[in-house]
């Protein structure tokens, strides 16, 4: 059986995506220190009996304990709110990027078969051109993108170095069951919950922003592509390709929640990308990733949560 250690496993993506590999026959285990984890996804882990170790990525010795006797290594832990780490950057810089260059030491150190390193769209900054490819200039906006970007370099690093095999995948804006609200990753889930509480959706700006909106689900499917593909040593787009404007998004959610008004409208808010959209093609040729979901029918899943 091939063993996987999930490091932010506690959190939204890792929680679902260790659901899912569990479900597909992985022996799964996940290290997250619970700084930003829900409580809903620590009891689904502990429901499915998927072992959680407490630990900080930080931790050198911890984390070597921890994934002694593992193949595959996705690291997923992060701060993720792009608004906090301009407002205070250094922990982005300590937990991101400190907690990966000790997740891949220890991944070179225990010879880890593959790290498949969940890196962001943050990385590309505002795309001077969409949909945004591989190959697209790295610029990002905030300490959380720099953080994730730097980390990138930090896997690339021992790749060189030490022969370590690693994927690397930008994910765009994920959504599904068990998302928390910060940052501009929840949106879909800060609209759900106002309209649950009989409140219009606020929209920051014209609305007419775009973004590349992919269900988690869909995320653990390329994931899962990333451990058995033989193109190791690149990045992929993990997004849906298809770009959506944040008032239709609105619209579409209102008209599943049966809601009978307009959203509402804030200033735009400052370092806020204009248009983001994904092109997947390097995924689909290399890791045969064809996202399944429609958007309508992946807020469904959320509203139903
Ligand atoms: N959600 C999105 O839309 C999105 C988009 C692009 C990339 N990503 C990336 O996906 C990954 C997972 O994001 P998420 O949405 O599940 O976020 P999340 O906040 O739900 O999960 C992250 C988990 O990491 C844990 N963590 C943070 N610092 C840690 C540390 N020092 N030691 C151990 N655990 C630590 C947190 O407790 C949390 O459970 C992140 O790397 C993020 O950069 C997410």
């Given amino acids: 059986m091939v063993n996987v250690v999930i490091t932010g ?3 939204f993506i890792g929680s679902n995506l260790a659901v899912f590999l569990k479900s597909c026959g992985y022996n799964v285990m996940c290290i997250d220190n619970l700084s930003r984890s829900q409580e809903r996804n620590v009891r689904l882990l502990s429901l499915k009996n998927i ?8 931790d050198y010795n911890k984390i070597f304990d921890s994934m002694k006797g593992c193949d595959i290594v996705v690291h997923a832990a992060a701060l993720i709110d792009v608004e906090e780490s ?8 300590e937990n991101n990027v400190v907690g990966t260059s ?3 030491k220890v991944c070179v150190d225990l010879g880890v078969e593959r790290l498949v390193y969940i890196s962001s769209a943050a990385v590309y900054g505002d795309p001077v051109k969409v949909p945004v490819d591989e190959n697209h200039p790295t610029n990002p906006l905030s300490p959380y993108g720099l953080s994730k970007l730097l980390g990138e370099h930090i896997v690339e690093f021992y790749s060189r170095i030490n022969g370590l095999k ?6 765009f804006n994920v959504f599904g069951p068990g998302q928390g609200i910060s940052g501009y990753a929840g949106v879909i889930t800060k609209f759900v919950n106002c309209l649950k509480n009989g409140r219009r959706p606020i929209i920051f700006g014209d609305g007419l922003q775009t973004r590349d909106f992919i269900h988690v689900n869909d995320v653990c499917h390329a994931i899962e592509a990333s451990f058995k593909t033989k193109h190791v040593n690149e990045k992929f787009n993990v997004g849906s390709g298809n770009e959506v404007k944040i008032i239709d998004l609105a619209k579409m959610i209102m008209s599943i929640a049966n809601f009978d008004g307009e959203p509402s409208f804030a200033p735009k808010r400052v370092g806020e990308i204009r248009f983001s959209c994904a092109d997947i093609s390097k995924a689909k040729k290399l890791l045969n990733f064809y ?6 029918e992946g807020l469904r899943t959320v509203f139903n949560a």
Avoid at 291 to 296: A, N, R, V
């Fill in 9 to 11: 496993g506690a959190g």
């Fill in 51 to 58: 072992p959680l170790h407490l630990a900080d990525i930080r």
């Fill in 86 to 93: 301009l407002r205070d950057p250094i922990p982005y810089f």
């Fill in 102 to 104: 000790v997740v891949t």
């Fill in 166 to 171: 690693y994927i690397i995948l930008r994910l």
């Fill in 291 to 296: 996202p399944k979901l429609s958007l309508e």
